[in-house]
């Protein structure tokens, strides 16, 4: 496949489907809206997956419906796990540990935390199956994960001719627990998938980093939900060692949070009109890390109310920079502060992301392809890039597939008169209702 070519196989029925392009009008004064976000990626397919390890029922309210929720309730029923979906609740009878159907096809989608997170929770239990993603999901590196769920006990097998991603074959009885060393450098998601596989192995696991964790954040999300279902861990703040008891989980009623980074695209869109965007259903106090990102938006001169009813930012008159900042624990914002940085009065380094060439898509040469072909200075490095100012030309933008590509890139054309965006139905991978948000701050936003 190339760079360009959308997987539309891992589009789900919860996709914004049939849409070509989507072409974004300036609004004709800034944007003031208050505005509702919906439920968290990281949240929901953790509480789905977890849900269904455990003993008893598990009833979630506040489910993201988008693609990667979707291949994750999927996947589960393919496990032979009842999962009852009506709108935004869902109700999960755990299996404790043991699949239904120990045998056959699981499919992730594009979800790098259903691929990472269902194929640990699957060695911890007993079967034989061949697990496989997407188009990019199957080249997103896994190799870290892979050889820790094998230190544990598990018989792997790739099925191409990668040994470090999906497809694999993947054959268990379980894992039997004990010490595991692991780099979180490439990431989080290799840590947070051994952490959710470990309350059932048959001992103890014990991990330790050898490096550092990308997005340390993440993993705190992990354990914070473990120990709600009820898991026994040792582990400190730094997150170097880490020790989960053999416990299992315990079903229960949760409510998932609001997505972080969805709200981000919001609160940019009042940094680039000079206007004001308050999401109501978001605290400052979260663990999700790109709620961080009104800090840097703070930097480039937006006044940012936390401390109200949700989270307010107001846009300047003019954005600013001449600075560096490390995006290393909210990557996923990378995309949303290089679109906002030409619009600054000097150039914007951002530094310590090379981690994002393995996401959706290669995160940084996106960045450098669409910026200069709209005519911004843009330089890049192995880990980040320096923006340069400029006015961007309105052009036909390629979305690389990629869901945070196609939503920053739209932020961007609340500036940039006659953009439009290919295939803006990737946004679907964490927020499909993506464009009717964006209509209803008040954004004329044209699907086609
Ligand atoms: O655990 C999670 O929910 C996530 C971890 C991060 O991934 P990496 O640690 O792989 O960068 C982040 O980018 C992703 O959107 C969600
Ligand atoms: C990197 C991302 O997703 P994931 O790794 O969960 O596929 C993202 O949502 O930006």
Redesign the pocket.
């Known amino acids: 496949m190339s760079e360009h070519e959308a997987d539309l196989q891992a589009r789900s029925p919860w996709a914004l489907h049939d849409v070509k392009t989507a072409t974004i009008e300036p609004p004709d004064g800034p944007i003031e809206a208050d505005v509702l976000i919906p439920g968290s990626?990281?949240f929901t397919?953790r509480a789905l997956i977890v849900a269904a390890l455990a003993q008893g029922t598990s009833r979630l309210s506040g489910l993201l419906r988008s693609d990667?929720a979707y291949w994750c309730i999927e996947a589960l029923r393919a496990l032979g796990l009842s999962v009852d979906v009506d709108g935004e609740f869902v109700t999960i009878q755990g299996v404790d540990g043991i699949w239904p159907n120990t045998q056959g096809r699981v499919y992730t989608g594009?979800?790098?935390?259903?691929?990472?997170f269902l194929t640990s929770a699957l060695a911890a239990g007993a079967g034989d199956w061949f697990v496989e993603g997407s188009k990019r999901?199957n080249e997103?590196p896994m190799g870290v994960l892979l050889t820790a769920l094998q230190a544990l006990g598990a018989d792997i097998t790739p099925q191409s001719e990668r040994p470090d991603t999906l497809p694999i074959r993947l054959k268990t009885t379980g894992l039997h627990g004990g010490r595991v060393q692991m780099s979180g450098a490439v990431?989080s998601?290799f840590i947070s998938g051994v952490l959710i596989a470990a309350p059932y192995a048959k001992a103890p696991v014990a991990i330790e980093i050898v490096d550092h964790i990308v997005q340390r954040a993440y993993v705190h999300i992990t354990l914070d939900m473990m120990r709600e279902f009820g898991a026994v861990i040792e582990a400190d703040e730094s997150l170097s060692a880490m020790r989960v008891a053999a416990t299992g989980y315990k079903g229960r009623e949760y409510e998932i949070e609001a997505d972080a980074?969805t709200a981000c695209y919001f609160w940019a869109a009042a940094a680039l009109t000079g206007g004001r965007v308050r999401v109501q259903n978001l605290s400052y106090q979260t663990r999700q890390p790109d709620v961080r990102f009104v800090d840097v938006l703070a930097r480039m001169g937006c006044v940012v109310d936390k401390d109200g009813h949700g989270i307010e930012v107001r846009g300047p008159k003019q954005l600013q920079g001449g600075f560096t900042v490390s995006m290393k624990e909210m990557?996923?914002q990378t995309l949303t502060l290089a679109f906002l940085a030409p619009f600054a009065d000097a150039p914007i380094d951002i530094i310590e992301v090379e981690h994002?060439r393995h996401?959706?898509s290669d995160r940084l040469a996106a960045i450098c392809e669409t910026l200069r072909k709209m005519g911004i200075r843009v330089e890049e490095r192995a880990d980040g890039v320096t923006v340069y100012p400029g006015q961007p030309q309105g052009v036909r933008l390629s979305s690389y597939d990629?869901?945070?590509v196609a939503m920053a890139q739209a932020i961007m054309g609340l500036r940039v008169a006659n953009l439009s965006i290919d295939d803006p139905g990737c946004v679907s991978?964490?927020c499909p209702m993506f464009f009717d948000k964006l209509r209803e701050i008040g954004v004329n936003a044209h699907l086609v």
């Open positions: 990626k990281s397919n990667d594009a979800g790098g935390t259903t691929a990472r999901m997103r990431s998601q980074s990557s996923d994002i996401h959706e990629d869901h945070r991978k964490t």
